[in-house]
């Protein structure tokens, strides 16, 4: 078997799992969406509001959402000492990694699908002009959030109290993933799209090529008992 | 022993010096006005945040030697270092808000410096208290260091995107173009206040870590004596 067939095989099964409880996804959907209930009655913005605090809130109802996801990610291979057994099977580790956080992408993207869609409604929020833009940005965000965040997730699982530890960890990390996102979907509201569009994907590509080569290298450790 | 001793005059000696050029031998800054004594809280501004980021490079260095040799001491040498870069971190805001004040009068703004400094100091006490919930000391070691790692290289990358994201910040003073610079004698209190923090550090960093390896070999005796049965209190 060689490394992308482990890394599909931990995918599928992550997948699979999924489908049969949609745990993770129905919690992400649901927090995402009471967060967009709340940003209404707190700010009560007008269409004008709207544009200038619309990327910063979808991106933030994103963020915590996400965190929601990830915290599951882990926590249910703790049950029956699964992990256990996903680190005995012949699969070298850093495919554990891969698999994992492509299933977090995966997810986080569903959810993020749904809570787009629903934004777009209720705030009147057209991104259609430019939905091509808004997917790359959407997608290498979500990348660079997931390659921090499963690497973090596995770490605050070792901890005693893994679920306020892992956005204690991962928020200051993922800030530059924030501020990309957040600035490029900015950019592309206004029209034309703004000049630092451009710049702001190139960042979050190099970000992504950082902090996905880095976890790669340090999952072993991380997983060591 | 003993050079810790020498090391610990040297430190005495150097702050006495340094405090003598900071209040008497440093001239007053003049653009600032009837408040330009305060300006001479920028050597230990500058210091302490100076500090700040050499404790968070030793914290990186540390982790991966720890990583790599799996030796205990690389992990004490980490924990202290990232211990440090709280505490001249804390003195380094403190200090920069009582400077910015008069000067600017605000206390804070989200420049790009001021936010990436405070990110870090964020990041350094999510570091602590990652350590406080592993309870096994070899996963604390390895936990930890995979975090030192990623916040290191997370710091600078922060710190671009800051200045990228608003581009008004004040140009730096020091070497930032023509009309620049500082008087010679002002600089010179700089480098003895920069070298003398850094002998205060490296100080502070032997101690915590001779305290460390103290409490291990506490630990251990403790653990000895409670196999042979023996009460400890």
């Not at chain 1, 629903?118 to 091509?132: E, I, Q, T, V």
């Not at chain 1, 190139?202 to 999952?219: A, D, E, G, H, Y």
């Not at chain 2, 570091?127 to 995979?146: I, W």
């Amino acid at each position: 078997m060689n490394f992308l067939n482990q890394v599909g095989a931990i995918l599928w099964k992550d997948i699979l799992t999924e489908y049969r409880t949609k745990d993770a996804l129905t919690s992400m959907l649901i927090f995402g969406l009471l967060v967009i209930l709340m940003f209404h009655f707190a700010f009560e913005p007008d269409s004008r509001e709207t544009e200038k605090f619309g990327p910063g809130l979808l991106w933030m109802t994103f963020i915590f959402a996400g965190i929601l996801g990830m915290n599951r990610a882990f926590a249910t291979e703790r049950e029956n000492d699964s992990l256990q057994g996903l680190m005995l099977a012949p699969v070298d580790w850093s495919a554990i990694y891969l698999g994992k956080m492509l299933a977090n992408l995966v997810f986080m993207l569903l959810a993020e699908s749904v809570i787009l869609f629903c934004f777009a409604l209720f705030f009147n929020f057209s991104l259609m002009p430019r939905w091509g833009w808004m997917v790359t940005i959407t997608v290498l965000g979500t990348l660079g959030f997931a390659s921090v965040g499963t690497i973090l997730a596995a770490v605050s699982m070792n901890t005693r109290m893994s679920d306020v530890m892992l956005p204690i960890l991962l928020l200051p990390i993922a800030l530059p993933v924030v501020i990309g996102a957040v600035e490029s979907t900015a950019a592309i509201l206004t029209d034309p799209p703004g000049e630092s569009l451009t710049f702001w994907i190139k960042f979050l590509v190099v970000f992504n090529v950082i902090f996905i080569t880095l976890p790669l290298l340090l999952f072993d450790f991380v997983l060591e008992e | 022993m003993k050079l810790l001793r020498v090391h610990a005059l040297s430190t005495f000696i150097a702050m006495l010096i340094a405090l003598y050029a900071i209040f008497i031998f440093a001239p007053t800054e003049r653009t600032m006005g009837f408040i330009g004594e305060v300006q001479r809280i920028f050597y230990f501004h500058v210091s302490s945040n100076w500090t700040t980021f050499l404790a968070t490079f030793c914290v990186f260095l540390c982790s991966i030697l720890f990583l790599l040799k799996e030796s205990r001491e690389w992990d004490i040498r980490a924990a202290a270092a990232a211990e440090l870069g709280v505490v001249f971190g804390t003195l380094g805001l403190i200090s920069g808000t009582l400077w910015a004040r008069p000067v600017w009068g605000i206390w804070w703004t989200w420049d790009a410096r001021l936010t990436s400094f405070f990110l870090l100091w964020l990041i350094l006490l999510a570091y602590q208290m990652l350590r406080r919930v592993v309870d096994s000391p070899a996963q604390r070691g390895r936990l930890s260091a995979v975090f030192g790692i990623l916040a290191a290289v997370d710091t600078p990358i922060v710190y671009m995107a800051n200045r990228w994201w608003r581009t008004q910040h004040p140009a730096p003073v020091i070497a930032g173009g023509p009309g620049s610079g500082l008087d010679p004698r002002m600089a010179l209190t700089l480098c003895i206040t920069l070298g003398a923090f850094t002998l205060l550090y490296v100080y502070l960093w032997r101690i915590r870590c001779e305290l460390e390896r103290t409490a291990d070999v506490i630990e251990t005796l403790q653990r000895q004596l409670q196999t042979q049965g023996m009460e400890v209190r």
